[in-house]
């Protein structure tokens, strides 16, 4: 695929920069996380996945919709917390009368403690987010059938026989493929285990040195390159993608501050977004 990045297996494609635009989609799973700019790619994505409010990722979902229904694609899903779900239909519904348009899409309210299927095998659950306005981070699992556990490991034959007494010999497994935090302080993060646990973790870190005080990052609901290094032995993810880089700093300044601070063990597995 053109400019996707391949990470554990997952492509990735998105910009997303600190106050400005954030989109990330995920094409292999047919999704976006936010939409505060809509890229031609992502006019494709049928479901997006909101974190929060603010304009930089959610300012261009009017225009998501509209150019899906100019070009005869099915009507989006747009999953958004529940507090700000009201407010979104009041948006849409100015849309339409400005734009003299229809603008279908279903507006799915998903707050933490809820699921929602996403078909394929994929289901999606929120978790609380700690930021200026109300927001929330997701978690992407795949669930998949295995062998039961009491019969991993034992004779094939006694499984074909279990089998053929009409037992139950697999059972649902889940596991956490991805993980996307949205804005957040990075305490919110500490509190969900699966977000370490994801192949993919896509973490917004904004501020990466003294330039910005952890203190101030922190009043801002942001994450600091400082908060991360602390942490470092708590990423168990296969690979982990930096987004929402303020633009205090260049890629490049980003990529060397990273190299120095980050353990060799942790830095092989991070990728910035450009
Ligand atoms: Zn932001
Ligand atoms: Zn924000």
């Not at 479901?47 to 998501?64: C, K, N, P």
């Not at 998903?110 to 394929?120: A, I, K, N, Q, V």
């Not at 978790?127 to 009491?150: C, E, K, M, N």
């Not at 991993?152 to 089998?163: H, K, L, M, N």
């Amino acid at each position: 695929m053109d400019d996707a990045l391949e990470l554990a297996g997952i492509a990735v494609r998105g910009v997303s920069e600190a106050g400005v635009r954030t989109v990330i989609e995920l094409p292999g799973l047919d999704l976006a996380f936010d939409m505060g700019t809509c890229p031609r790619s992502a006019v494709r994505r049928s479901t997006v996945l909101f974190t929060h409010a603010h304009v930089d990722h959610m300012g261009a979902l009017a225009s998501h919709c509209a150019t899906r229904a100019l070009m005869g694609m099915k009507p989006p899903t747009y999953i958004v917390p529940r507090a700000v779900e009201a407010d979104v239909h009041d948006l849409l519904d100015a849309w339409r009368r400005l734009d003299f348009s229809e603008m279908p899409c279903r507006v799915v309210p998903l707050d933490p403690g809820e699921s929602r299927t996403l078909g394929r095998g994929l289901v999606v659950r929120p978790f609380r987010a700690v930021h200026r306005v109300p927001a929330q981070g997701y978690v992407i699992w795949r669930r998949r059938s295995r062998l039961r556990a009491d019969l991993v490991g034992q004779d094939p034959a006694e499984i074909a026989a279990a089998r053929q007494r009409g037992e139950a010999v697999s059972e649902w497994a889940e596991e956490p493929l991805v993980a996307f935090s949205g804005d957040t302080r990075i305490d919110a993060l500490d509190r969900e285990p699966s977000v370490w646990e994801a192949r993919l973790l896509i973490l917004e870190v904004t501020f990466f040195d003294g330039r910005v005080s952890v203190e101030r990052a922190r009043g801002k609901g942001h994450v600091h390159l400082d908060e991360v290094v602390r942490r470092a032995r708590r990423f168990h993810n296969q690979a982990v993608l930096f987004t929402h880089r303020s633009l205090r700093y260049s890629l490049e300044e980003a990529e060397a501050i990273v190299d120095r601070r980050l353990p060799a063990e942790l830095r092989e597995r991070v990728r910035l977004l450009a």
